[in-house]
Structures are given as C-alpha cells and as structure tokens.
C-alpha cells in the first residue's frame, strides 16, 4: 500500500473546550464534521503551556527535562532528531507552511521545505517587530495582552489568511513524493481582536467562566490573576477570542478541502490532524495566556481523520503532544523514534487496545528555585510544585473548572497520583538541562550582536501592517489605548 499524505493543521492558544464538538456554543463546523469523521482524543495535554516547550516536545517526543527548552527564548539542538527526520528517512516530503517558532539558525529541524516565513521572534536577540505586528505590537506579550480588545483587522489575521493562501496553492500543485505538511497559524492567540461581525455575534453569546474571581494557591502563579480585568472586558476578550476560533474554523475547512482533493488526484489515501499548542484561560482564574497547568491552559484539541481512522472515536484516555510523532510513524509503518518520553497510540485510532501510559507535564522557574508537575491519569489530575507543601487533585470529568480540590477527599486516589508522580517527576534534571538552555541563549545573543541574524531576513513575515486597529466603537474598556 501507497504512503498516505498527512496533513497537519495547527493553531496556537485553541482550549479545545472552546469548541462545538466539545460542547461550547462557538460555531466551529468544520471541526465538528472531524471530530464525526474520525478520533478525537478528548484528554490530549501539552507537555509545557508555553509555545516554544511545547512545540519541540512534540516535534522530538522528548519532554522539557530532556530538552532544557522551558521558555519562548530556549532551543533545541539541531542534532536532536524529529519525527519529521524519520519520515523523510521513510520517503516523504515534509513541508513547513508558516510558523513553528523555532528559535536560531536551524529553521527546519527535518522540514526539507519551508514555503512560508514565521511570524514571532526566531532570533536569540528578541527584534523590534513593530514593522510586522504594527499597533499591536504592545499585546503580544503576556502581561499586556488585554490592553487592546475587540473586533477588526489584526496582524495574526493579516499573517494567518497569507499561511492559508500559500497552502492552498500548494495543494493546487502535483507533488511526487507522500507528502507530510503542516499548515500552522498564529490564531486564536492573543491579540484579542477577531472579525468585527463575529464579535458582536458572540458579545451576546458568551458568559464569563465560573472561576474568574478565584485565586491562585500557588505563588509562581498569583502574578498572572488580573484585577484590573472588569467583567466587562473579560465579556470583549471571549467574544474576541471565540471570533478568532470561528475564523480559524472556515480556514481549517478550506484545507481540508483542498487536501482531499488532492489526494483523489494523487491516488492516495490521506491522513488529517486538527491540534493547538497549548490552551488559553480566556478569564479562567481571571487569567489570559497560558503558563499554568489548569484545564483551560494545558488540555489542547486534538482531531484526527482520514483512511483507515475509525469515525465517531472518542478516546477519553489521556494523551500528550509529545505522543502526535510516535503516533503519525507508526501509522505509516516508518521506523519508530529512540530513546524517547512520547507513546504511540496509533492503535486506537482503528479501535484497538488503547496504549494506556503516564501522561505529564512540567515547568521551571529559576528565580523561585521550584519545579512544577503535572499528572494526568483517567479523569484525575494531580498538580504539586516543589517551593510549596500545597497539592491539588481534581476530577477534571466532574468538575472541569477544578473547583474542588479532591487531595484529602480521595486520600487513595491522592497517595497512587503522588506516588505515581514522584516516579516521573525530574526536577533536578529540568533544572540543569534548563540553565544550559539559558547560558546558551546567553551566548548565542551575544554573538548574533555581533554576527547579525542573517538567517531572520528569509524566514520572518514582513507584514502587511496594520495601522488602525479595531473599529470604534466597538472598544469601550477602559482598558483599551486609543490610538
């Protein structure tokens, strides 16, 4: 049998339970239609809420404690194999379309083509970007990022429709070899800004999530619970915020359709991923962005259909990114990753025996000398961090916005996560591979100053920019900058 062609679609910052096929009232046909086509793992977590972590943890199936990458600023060796590495050893062509945030010279890690240039800093030296995201630059960092809120054009917009465009007609082309493409946007990430008409929709749809006036337990977190967001601007950041996923929702579609088609002319039978790098609080714990381990912000979609995939598929087991490569090999009967913390599960996808397996998540923070652990297993989840005596189990099925801390209401259920956690926990590894990673960030930013980051001309998006950003008078916070 011929190599299907794998199409993945990836977005950044999609909670998946800001979906239709996850129960939401966002208007996301298209992925209902996939999650009716094929299997949907509905406990799929990153193995780091943060972009760059989380990107490299599945493009290597190694876990940050191996990597040392924790940060938007940390890389990867360029000698540290990908899935991708494996499946150009197996006959593909494997195509980045868009972003991956790859940080440094080696803007491939095992894409042997790049058709479309990344949006966000892939530099060490962290550039002015004011000439791609114009207005917006401001709002793309974490503490500022509700500042500018509502509905009309963006940058993400402006970069996501031109990733879209060139997919589309590279699908219009024939290719020789299978082909593993990845199409990858910057949306629904912040800026808080979607189509205007879309967020009007959802001003009158959404409601402020149950949690949006409770407080962090842990002191690494606190910082990020926002008492300068009103009720009525976290109302704007969600209508924003489900605007965006609807209109990434059509994108999505108009791939899809495209990729069938042409794999009908290619003969070939086909493989579609739907997935995000991590979720968004979008008011959870009047938070926005991700970092933490709470539901919102770790749990991230993930959608697979296409030939030889069971339709109609739950699987309620958990998962992790880390597992998407080992998944996608096996699946195409290429030669298995070494040496590895991601699992196949590519058997579930026909309706076998699950792979059951730890599923897990980690952080860093060097300033607070601690080390953050999550645990995933059926629907228990266990956080601890190692600066606090504080733990937190919860039953994320029952209670999906983890209002009640179950650790000294299950004490069986809580000795087995805790016993099962230390077993995977690597804080002392995570601190040393993670001071490596920032020495050498160090180094490398000292000498691109002096060098110049030639590689960034050919691989950075250079717009357009927009100039005004939101029509008024859709903007009424008072948080929002007039321009």
Same mark, same amino acid.
């Given at each position: 049998?011929?190599?299907?062609?794998?199409?993945?679609?990836?977005? &950044?910052?999609?909670?998946?339970?800001?979906?239709?096929?996850?129960?939401?009232?966002?208007?996301?046909?298209?992925?209902?239609?996939?999650?009716?086509?094929?299997?949907?793992?509905?406990?799929?977590?990153?193995?780091?809420?943060?972009?760059?972590?989380?990107?490299?943890?599945?493009?290597?199936?190694?876990?940050?404690?191996?990597?040392?990458?924790?940060?938007?600023?940390?890389? /990867?060796?360029?000698?540290?194999?990908?899935?991708?590495?494996?499946?150009?050893?197996?006959?593909?062509?494997?195509?980045?379309?868009?972003?991956?945030?790859?940080?440094?010279?080696?803007?491939?890690?095992?894409?042997?083509?790049?058709?479309?240039?990344?949006?966000?800093?892939?530099?060490?030296?962290?550039?002015?970007?004011?000439?791609?995201?114009?207005?917006?630059?401001?709002?793309?960092?974490?503490?500022?990022?509700?500042?500018?809120?509502?509905?009309?054009?963006?940058?993400?917009?402006?970069?996501?429709?031109?990733?879209?465009?060139?997919?589309?007609?590279?699908?219009?082309?024939?290719?020789?070899?299978?082909?593993?493409?990845?199409?990858?946007?910057?949306?629904?990430?912040?800026?808080?800004?979607?189509?205007?008409?879309?967020?009007?929709?959802?001003?009158?749809?959404?409601?402020?999530?149950?949690?949006?006036?409770?407080?962090?337990?842990? &002191?690494?977190?606190?910082?990020?619970?926002?008492?300068?967001?009103?009720?009525?601007?976290?109302?704007?950041?969600?209508?924003?915020?489900?605007?965006?996923?609807?209109?990434?929702?059509?994108?999505?579609?108009?791939?899809?359709?495209?990729?069938?088609?042409?794999?009908?002319?290619?003969?070939?039978?086909?493989?579609?991923?739907?997935?995000?790098?991590?979720?968004?609080?979008?008011?959870?714990?009047?938070?926005?962005?991700?970092?933490?381990?709470?539901?919102?912000?770790?749990?991230?979609?993930?959608?697979?259909?296409?030939?030889?995939?069971?339709?109609?598929?739950?699987?309620?087991?958990?998962?992790?990114?880390?597992?998407?490569?080992?998944?996608?090999?096996?699946?195409?009967?290429?030669?298995?990753?070494?040496?590895?913390?991601?699992?196949?599960?590519?058997?579930?996808?026909?309706?076998?025996? /699950?792979?059951?397996?730890?599923?897990?998540?980690?952080?860093?923070?060097?300033?607070?000398?601690?080390?953050?652990?999550?645990?995933?297993?059926?629907?228990?989840?266990?956080?601890?961090?190692?600066?606090?005596?504080?733990?937190?189990?919860?039953?994320?099925?029952? &209670?999906?916005?983890?209002?009640?801390?179950?650790?000294?209401?299950?004490?069986?259920?809580?000795?087995?996560?805790?016993?099962?956690?230390?077993?995977?926990?690597?804080?002392?590894?995570? /601190?040393?591979?993670?001071?490596?990673?920032?020495?050498?960030?160090?180094?490398?930013?000292?000498?691109?100053?002096?060098?110049?980051?030639?590689?960034?001309?050919?691989?950075?998006?250079?717009?357009?920019?927009?100039?005004?950003?939101?029509?008024?008078?859709?903007?009424?916070?008072?948080?929002?900058?007039?321009?």
């Amino acid at each position: 049998m011929s190599k299907p062609n794998i199409l993945m679609f990836m977005s &950044d910052q999609h909670s998946p339970y800001y979906s239709g096929y996850y129960g939401h009232n966002v208007d996301t046909p298209n992925l209902d239609h996939l999650a009716e086509n094929g299997t949907v793992f509905n406990e799929a977590y990153t193995a780091c809420p943060i972009c760059v972590p989380s990107r490299t943890a599945m493009l290597t199936g190694k876990r940050p404690a191996e990597t040392g990458v924790f940060n938007n600023s940390n890389a /990867f060796s360029n000698l540290t194999p990908t899935f991708l590495h494996h499946l150009v050893l197996a006959g593909y062509e494997t195509v980045l379309v868009g972003r991956m945030h790859f940080i440094g010279e080696d803007q491939r890690h095992g894409f042997t083509k790049r058709i479309a240039p990344d949006c966000t800093t892939i530099s060490y030296i962290r550039d002015d970007k004011t000439k791609v995201r114009g207005v917006y630059e401001t709002v793309y960092g974490g503490y500022k990022n509700t500042n500018l809120v509502g509905g009309g054009d963006s940058s993400s917009a402006y970069y996501d429709q031109m990733v879209i465009d060139i997919a589309l007609d590279y699908l219009k082309q024939s290719h020789d070899k299978p082909q593993f493409i990845v199409v990858s946007i910057y949306s629904p990430h912040h800026p808080y800004v979607g189509p205007k008409d879309l967020y009007l929709k959802y001003k009158e749809r959404v409601e402020l999530p149950k949690t949006f006036r409770i407080k962090y337990e842990y &002191d690494e977190w606190k910082s990020l619970y926002r008492d300068s967001v009103s009720e009525a601007l976290g109302i704007d950041i969600l209508a924003a915020y489900c605007a965006m996923i609807e209109s990434v929702d059509k994108q999505i579609g108009d791939v899809y359709k495209a990729f069938v088609e042409y794999c009908q002319r290619q003969d070939r039978k086909r493989l579609f991923i739907y997935l995000s790098d991590h979720g968004d609080h979008v008011g959870d714990r009047r938070t926005y962005g991700k970092v933490t381990f709470y539901e919102k912000s770790c749990k991230i979609p993930l959608i697979m259909t296409g030939d030889n995939v069971a339709q109609n598929n739950m699987i309620n087991n958990a998962v992790s990114i880390m597992d998407v490569g080992p998944t996608i090999l096996e699946f195409v009967n290429a030669k298995e990753m070494k040496d590895i913390d991601g699992v196949s599960v590519a058997s579930s996808l026909m309706q076998k025996p /699950f792979n059951t397996h730890p599923v897990y998540a980690e952080q860093v923070y060097l300033k607070e000398n601690s080390y953050a652990f999550m645990l995933k297993e059926n629907q228990y989840k266990y956080i601890t961090v190692t600066s606090s005596d504080k733990e937190q189990l919860f039953d994320t099925v029952n &209670d999906p916005s983890e209002l009640d801390n179950m650790i000294d209401k299950l004490p069986e259920v809580a000795s087995r996560m805790r016993n099962m956690a230390k077993s995977k926990m690597k804080s002392e590894q995570a /601190f040393k591979t993670f001071v490596v990673a920032e020495r050498n960030r160090e180094l490398w930013t000292s000498y691109e100053k002096v060098t110049g980051a030639l590689y960034n001309q050919d691989n950075a998006f250079k717009g357009p920019v927009p100039n005004r950003y939101l029509e008024e008078p859709e903007i009424k916070s008072e948080n929002s900058t007039e321009l």
